[in-house]
């Protein structure tokens, strides 16, 4: 009777043939019929002469019947589960020996099992999908094909992928796989006997309502009729508190050393703030990045969370044990006494079976190809929620486990041979001067056997500060340059990515830069640099140096430019009076460069001024270097006291050169008898120092340029000398000179002055009388006080020594008025 199942019926027919020519009774004396389990159809007949009858058969056993009738057990197939045997002794009158045959076959049942048989998922919020595994068994000896009829919309049934199934039986550590996505659809089938078959139920609530169905699972066992299954399913469907503007990712194929990026909207819906913490996979399992990871969210405030896949060499090898170092020569080492010896090493197989269980135990699923051309992984990543109250701090109401949630996001990723490949994979700027450019070319290249590609890029964002200076064009196995370029503009860290697509591929080429500020430094620090008194000649060409010194203190780059802010007087026929060589230069980490100052003035001129701007770009401060010089017909010169500082424009501003130049009047612009035009006299031969109330001393300098000719052929001049004498007058006892100042104060001061060098100070001192009380006899007048006179005193200078322009006088005669106030009655 081959397989039968519980419950149902099967029928068989014995036929018994009558040899004889007159009719035979015949009666079936074993079995015993079994109401409602085993009847035989008849029990008694005569059969004709050469004639048979067939005798039914109706067996519908129930799960019990070889408990009740162990003796119809098969003992011939002790293995067998199920296995009977039921002997029929048919007996025929007049004939002596009995007809024996047996009814054999296996008993079985159409049941399917499920485990478990309910299914709880519990609280799931709204737009979010949850995963619980089922496992159906056959448990019949025959095959039954199944379908899951009628299941409701917020319900679905797939089954498990091979791959997971395998890894898991695999390893016996009980580590199960989140990642179930991928098999094929579970809601029908056929069950082999004995089967079991793992499916995944997947339950996404569409309200906030209560879930209580069960599915319903019909089966048919082999050719017969269908049996009905009911699995009870469970589960409370809750309003989110977060929502994602995508609940799964998945992240352009790339291959290894690119970049693929994807973002998604977090927002929160609820009416309380939630810090929200992501947790990630570790980067040398997953390849991934996110920022940020930690955010705290108010209610109906949303964040985007950047998610950054970044498949390395390692990250591609990472099922592959990595080769060991070779042992050194000579025997092993022997264990000491009492010391355990090393664990051995690990197979490939055992490494790749620890890395897979690490993956699972952290939310992930990753498989190959059979060529191993292409990488795909899978992943959960939990996203924990955790209530904070209006003043950041956790309220007792809010930290319930209803409130307290994890909710997931699905990250699918694949990485893919390569295509087209960048070289340097990174592009980075290093650190780069703000306002200043750096160019860095970007090679393309085609793998060999790889049809060309065609190149496009997508537009870098404007704030980014990087700049694409080549087109794009068709790429082949030949390299090609993009040259990028990074321009920052405020001292900060900048990154973006160069989308690039072919037609065969896409991958993103990470840009990197920094902004940053040089530490600028100047020698002199206080930037003013007094280049001397040059002796003015008709060819020009006499000049004087100095050196400015840049210094970079900072380990970056510094670019300078030298402009002028407020030029001197300038020179229409020739060079300017100050020159700065080099204008323009780098000066590298930590180093210096000199600055060579040339000053060649034009023309006669008692001060030349010049701010020069030292332009470092992205500086806190300006900086700037005071050019200061001087230029006289004669080399002994002297000039109103002044100081050598910073100064401004309003300093400076004054008619042009060409005006004072220009003949204005008789004799004013060309020499009587040569007739050929002269500058004006820079010498001023008369000075009018004035002692305001409670100053005590004015000055003058006096000063030697450099000989004409100089640096070039200085010529040998008598020495420079100068002497100053106060004249008697009536107030003269009141007045004194130092030349140089701090030396003996007397009538008459005279020395030397050292031709190049700064010129020295002429001190002129007024001392009124100290006793200044208003006396009368016994009477104080000091209602008079601050009555009395201005008072005047002479001073001769002469200037000698030194060269002499062609047709004048040897000395310079000046004239020094001395005004200084005198309190009397």
Not at 293 to 301: F, K, N, R, S, W
Not at 477 to 491: A, G
Request: hydrophobic share 35%; proline share 9%; net charge neutral.
């Amino acid at each position: 009777m081959k397989t039968v199942i519980f419950g149902h019926i099967f029928r068989e027919s014995i036929v018994v043939h009558n040899r004889r020519s007159v009719p035979m009774k015949i009666e079936v004396d074993k079995p015993k019929q079994i109401e409602g389990q085993l009847q035989i159809n008849t029990t008694l007949a005569y059969i004709q002469g050469n004639k048979e009858q067939a005798i039914q058969v109706k067996f519908s056993p129930k799960e019990d019947f070889l408990d009740k009738n162990p003796q119809y057990r098969d003992s011939t197939r002790k293995g067998v589960q199920g296995a009977f045997r039921i002997p029929v002794k048919i007996v025929g009158a007049e004939q002596v020996l009995p007809v024996h045959t047996v009814l054999i076959g296996t008993l079985t049942t159409n049941r399917i099992s499920f485990e478990p048989s309910v299914l709880n998922f519990g609280r799931v919020f709204v737009g979010n999908t949850t995963v619980s595994r089922m496992t159906m068994v056959n448990e019949s000896l025959l095959p039954q094909r199944y379908v899951f009829t009628r299941l409701p919309s917020f319900l679905a049934v797939m089954q498990i992928p091979a791959d997971v199934i395998n890894e898991e039986d695999k390893d016996a550590s009980g580590v199960q796989a989140a990642v179930l996505e991928g098999g094929d659809d579970g809601a029908f089938g056929t069950l082999l006997p004995g089967e079991r078959r793992q499916l995944c139920v997947s339950y996404m609530p569409e309200a906030a309502t209560e879930m209580n169905v069960k599915m319903q699972v019909k089966a048919i066992t082999g050719k017969l009729c269908g049996r009905e299954f009911g699995i009870e399913c469970i589960g409370q469907g809750v309003a989110p508190l977060v929502t994602f503007s995508h609940s799964s990712m998945q992240l352009a194929s790339i291959p290894s050393g690119s970049v693929s990026k994807e973002s998604v909207i977090i927002s929160n819906c609820s009416k309380v703030a939630y810090t929200m913490n992501l947790v990630l996979p570790p980067s040398e399992l997953s390849g991934l990045k996110a920022s940020p990871v930690c955010i705290t969210l108010a209610p109906m405030q949303s964040q985007r969370v950047q998610l950054e896949f970044h498949p390395t060499k390692k990250y591609v090898e990472l099922l592959n044990k990595p080769e060991e170092p070779p042992a050194e020569d000579g025997e092993p080492p022997v264990a000491e006494e009492g010391v355990e010896p090393p664990p051995p090493k690990e197979t490939p197989e055992e490494h790749q079976k620890n890395v897979t269980r690490e993956i699972r135990r952290h939310g992930g699923r990753r498989w190959e190809n059979e060529e191993g051309r292409s990488i795909h992984a899978s992943w959960k990543l939990a996203f924990f929620l955790k209530p904070v109250g209006k003043t950041g701090t956790k309220s007792p109401e809010q930290t319930s486990k209803k409130d307290s949630q994890i909710v997931y996001l699905g990250l699918t990723n694949c990485v893919l041979p390569p295509i087209l490949t960048a070289a340097p994979p990174i592009l980075d700027f290093g650190e780069v001067t703000a306002q200043q450019r750096k160019i860095l070319p970007l090679t393309f290249q085609a793998e060999v056997g790889v049809e060309p590609q065609e190149l496009r890029l997508d537009a870098l964002p404007e704030s980014g500060c990087f700049t694409v200076l080549s087109a794009p064009r068709t790429v082949t196995n030949k390299p090609f340059q993009l040259m990028v370029e990074f321009h920052p503009k405020l001292v900060q860290i900048y990154q973006t990515y160069l989308q690039v697509r072919t037609q065969s591929t896409q991958f993103q080429v990470p840009l990197r830069g920094r902004g940053v500020r040089p530490v600028l430094q100047i020698e002199p620090a206080n930037g003013v640099l007094q280049l001397g008194s040059v002796t003015h000649g008709k060819d020009g060409k006499d000049q004087t140096t100095e050196k400015l010194v840049i210094r970079n203190d900072s380990q970056f780059e510094l670019k300078y430019s030298l402009e002028a802010v407020v030029a001197a007087d300038p020179n229409h026929t020739g060079p300017p009076p100050f020159t700065l060589t080099p204008s323009t230069g780098t000066v590298e980490a930590n180093g210096s460069k000199t600055v060579t100052v040339t000053f060649r003035p034009h023309r006669p001129l008692t001060v030349f001024r010049e701010k020069i701007l030292v332009s470092v770009p992205n500086q806190k401060e300006p900086t700037f270097v005071y050019l200061y010089g001087h230029c006289f017909k004669y080399q002994t010169y002297a000039l109103p006291s002044m100081d050598f500082g910073p100064f401004l424009r309003a300093k400076v501003d004054k008619p042009m050169a060409l005006v004072d130049s220009l003949s204005v009047g008789l004799g004013s612009g060309a020499n009587a008898e040569t007739g050929e035009f002269e500058f004006p006299k820079a010498q001023q031969t008369s000075y009018s120092l004035k002692f305001g109330e409670g100053e005590r001393t004015q000055y003058l300098l006096v000063g030697a340029s450099v000989p004409p000719g100089y640096p070039a052929a200085p010529q040998n001049t008598p020495a420079t000398t100068f002497e100053f004498q106060i004249l008697p007058s009536d107030y003269s006892k009141y007045f004194t000179v130092e030349a140089p100042e701090g030396s003996k104060p007397d009538k008459v001061a005279k020395g030397p002055v050292v031709p190049g060098k700064a010129p020295i100070k002429v001190a002129f001192k007024y001392a009124p009388e100290e006793n200044t009380k208003l006396m009368y006899g016994d009477v104080s007048l000091d209602l008079l006080g601050g009555i009395g006179q201005w008072i005047t005193c002479q001073v001769k200078g002469i200037l000698s020594g030194g060269f002499v322009p062609p047709g004048l006088p040897a000395t310079q005669e000046l004239t020094i008025e001395l005004r200084a106030y005198l309190q009397q009655i």
